[in-house]
């Protein structure tokens, strides 16, 4: 009986040890009540870069060539890959750049078409009629520029070098908080000069619909910055088709006439849904929700929503 209450006295001494150290962090930094106000965070505005690379063309050489550099150099031959699935290439695939046949091609995204050259290690889509190796030069200093991201439809290119005209601009006319946060985060502020590369040409873009457009934008009589405006007012600003042809014609001077505006958006909307219907998804049973403040009466009220 006696050793029963010195366990027990022993068991609620640790217990007591054990919530006083529970409690120290509390105590020192005690939890302060939620404010009902929201937070305002700041946004970093989206920047785009409109400035096209200087695009230069590079020759490679044959795979003949290349195979024997190889052989030269690491004093066997390149073997061909050694797959664990048969790929059915189309017929006469071979790579662009350097004329590898088959055996030699892996391929990177499956259904996507992306292909990786095992001789010349270079990247290419399927059925590509591209025969030169191109690269991107910045067209601020003409460096050329880096590969940072390669994503599933596009490729993020950077132009890296620090006396970059564009990049030393931009860091000049940053305020003293700017350049604190550029020092702590520099991936927080957009310094330098950045190149999106999509992975699609408009003639692999066919998919298998009745509804083709009237029109092949590819071979449209007005350029396709003034597509891209026209689809602006007609889209972004829900004008109707008429309303847009006569601001074509009495702001920009350019005439549309209101079949063709319809034409485009036609057109448009095609091409697009190659890219959309990437991100539909089936409706599944979860139920997905979100929070936001709204004020009420002058008070700012927190609400979340399904
Ligand atoms: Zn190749
Ligand atoms: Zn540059």
Not at 144 to 163: A, M
Not at 209 to 214: G, L, Q
Not at 275 to 293: M, N, P, V
Request: aromatic share 12%.
């Amino acid at each position: 009986m006696k050793s029963l209450i010195i366990n027990l006295t022993n068991t609620i001494r640790i217990l007591y040890v054990l919530v006083i150290y529970l409690l120290i962090p509390y105590l020192k930094n005690p939890i302060k009540p939620k404010t009902n106000k929201p937070i305002s965070k700041p946004y970093r505005k989206i920047e785009v870069d409109t400035e096209l690379p200087i695009v230069e063309t590079i020759e490679v050489p044959n795979y003949k060539e290349l195979l024997k550099q190889y052989e030269h150099k690491h004093g066997k031959p390149l073997k061909p890959i050694n797959r664990r699935k048969k790929i059915n290439f189309p017929k006469g695939t071979k790579c662009p750049y350097c004329g590898s046949p088959k055996e030699y091609i892996y391929t990177n995204n499956g259904s996507k078409g992306q292909c990786l050259c095992k001789v010349c290690n270079n990247t290419f889509m399927l059925g590509s009629n591209l025969n030169k190796k191109t690269i991107s030069k910045c067209p601020y200093c003409g460096h050329t520029l880096e590969k940072t991201k390669d994503r599933n439809s596009f490729i993020i290119y950077k132009c890296k070098n620090d006396n970059c005209k564009y990049y030393q601009n931009k860091l000049n006319s940053l305020t003293k908080e700017e350049k604190e946060i550029y020092k702590s985060n520099p991936g927080k502020l957009k310094l330098r000069y950045i190149y999106r590369e999509f992975k699609f040409s408009l003639a692999s873009l066919n998919p298998n619909t009745p509804n083709r457009p009237k029109i092949d934008l590819a071979k449209a009589h007005n350029p396709l910055n003034v597509v891209g405006l026209i689809m602006t007012f007609y889209v972004n600003f829900g004008l109707s088709s008429r309303t847009v042809s006569r601001i074509m014609d009495e702001v920009f001077s350019i005439k549309v006439s209101h079949q063709t505006v319809l034409n485009y958006a036609q057109a448009t909307a095609y091409y697009l849904s190659s890219f959309t219907k990437d991100h539909i998804k089936d409706l599944s049973s979860k139920l997905c929700g979100d929070e936001t403040y709204i004020k009420v009466k002058g008070k700012w009220r927190y609400i979340f929503l399904y």
